[in-house]
């Protein structure tokens, strides 16, 4: 079983920044690919942006330029750097990672935490 905590959410203003963490806790060899996801009242999950266990990023084209997303394998942690927020950026925030285990991979979500802009 694996545990991801988030942590970082709250209520900030226009133009202000927030940093999320995520911390992966439990049996597994690597995680190949840790992400954010987001999901605002009355619309669907969607990617924010991922980090493969290489390093390699990917991001919501919402978001280029404004968040930075980064990892720490030795600490199993997944940061998401947000600046320059906007109201359109409110949504509760989940961490998502693929362990790897006896060379298969697993996906697992965390509880999600709280990203309000506003003013």
């Known amino acids: 079983q694996v545990r991801l905590v988030e942590s970082g959410g709250g209520l900030v203003q226009p133009g202000g920044s927030l940093r999320l963490s995520c911390a992966a806790s439990?049996?597994?060899?690597?995680?190949?690919?840790l992400a954010w996801h987001r999901q605002a009242p009355g619309k669907q999950r969607e990617l924010v942006a991922s980090v493969s266990s290489g390093g390699s990023t990917n991001y919501a084209d919402s978001v280029k330029g404004r968040f930075t997303i980064s990892r720490d394998n030795a600490k199993n942690t997944v940061y998401l750097q947000m600046n320059s927020l906007k109201p359109g950026d409110t949504a509760v925030y989940y961490c998502?990672?693929?362990?790897?285990?006896?060379?298969?991979?697993?996906?697992?979500w965390g509880q999600g935490t709280q990203v309000t802009v506003s003013s």
């Open positions: 998502y990672a693929e362990p790897l285990r006896q060379g298969r991979t697993y996906a697992y």
């Open positions: 439990g049996t597994f060899s690597s995680i190949v690919v």
